[in-house]
């Protein structure tokens, strides 16, 4: 499972080209997108197209190649196999059929949005894919989003893009959000602000609309008043025999409070080192 670039060809790693280098084929998402990849490091090699719809398909052909001793390297458009593209069907028909399916890092929307938005990962962040279409799905999305305690990253598709920030501004127009444009190409942006802020950045050009989107949610602050205090009791006294994380688990698994609310309380109450 090989990570390619996402826009920048400069970002392909040397164990990835070393790879696709070795490889007796490739299997591609996309086989004109496959050969374009190959063609702009001088590599030739004979595809199998594996897309959405044939994945299941494609999977038993590629393990009938491994199994015949070959090595088959998979690449979807851009980015990490399995992430929001096809892939995991066909690492699972390699598992199941016993034969070793390995990973190849490199370039993921997720990660580059993640480390460059400046936003709150103590408490871990959440990957949910594309944000639903239709519009009760999308705002009981966005709500989960809101209150998961974690700041939640997903993509958007550009004719979309405004309705999901028109939908989280009527939800909670205050919060904050990373906007993230076109990553690692030539008109690479990151807007930081509130969906208000987001949506007037995009109108202001039409231009804006277009390209990939990637978006940085930061959860809404838990506040104190959502612990009662039998619950808050409770946490101290865990949380004196036990570490925060493991504290608020504990404390969950009693009350039936969120741990994320219970390990933002204990976050936002840590006392001053000595």
């Known amino acids: 499972m090989v990570a390619t670039p996402i826009g920048n ?88 059929a016993g034969l070793r399916v390995v990973p190849i890092p490199g ?6 949005a993640l480390s460059a938005c400046g936003l ?9 894919g594309f944000a639903p279409g239709t519009a009760s799905a999308l705002r009981d999305f966005l709500e989960a989003a809101l209150h998961g305690g974690r700041t939640t990253v997903f993509f958007e598709a550009p004719h979309r893009i405004q309705t999901c920030l028109e939908t989280l501004h009527c939800l909670a127009p205050g919060c904050r959000l990373v906007l993230a444009k076109e990553l690692s190409k ?25 390209g990939e989107f990637v978006l940085v949610l930061q959860a809404e602050p838990t506040r104190a008043a959502e612990l009662d205090a039998r619950a808050i009791a409770l946490l101290q006294r865990v949380a004196r025999e036990l570490p925060a994380s493991r504290a608020a688990a504990v404390a969950a698994d009693l009350t039936g409070i969120k741990r994320e609310l219970l390990y933002r309380w204990l976050l936002d109450h840590k006392p001053p080192a000595e």
Request: with cysteine; glycine share 6%.
């Open 120 to 128: 709150d990962l103590q408490t871990g962040y959440c990957f949910a």
């Open 107 to 112: 370039a993921s929307a997720v990660t580059a």
């Open 186 to 210: 030539q008109f690479e942006t990151l807007r930081d602000g509130t969906p208000q802020a987001a949506l007037d950045w995009l109108l202001a050009d039409q231009k804006r609309l277009q």
């Open 9 to 96: 060809l400069a970002d392909i790693s040397l164990r990835a080209l070393a790879a696709l280098q070795r490889a007796d084929r490739i299997a591609a998402e996309d086989t004109r997108m496959a050969q374009r990849l190959l063609d702009a490091y001088g590599l030739h090699k004979p595809a199998l197209r594996c897309d959405r719809h044939r994945e299941a398909q494609a999977a038993e052909q590629i393990v009938a190649h491994i199994a015949a001793g070959e090595r088959v390297a998979f690449v979807s458009d851009a980015g990490t196999p399995g992430i929001s593209d096809p892939g995991s069907r066909v690492a699972h028909a390699v598992h199941q």
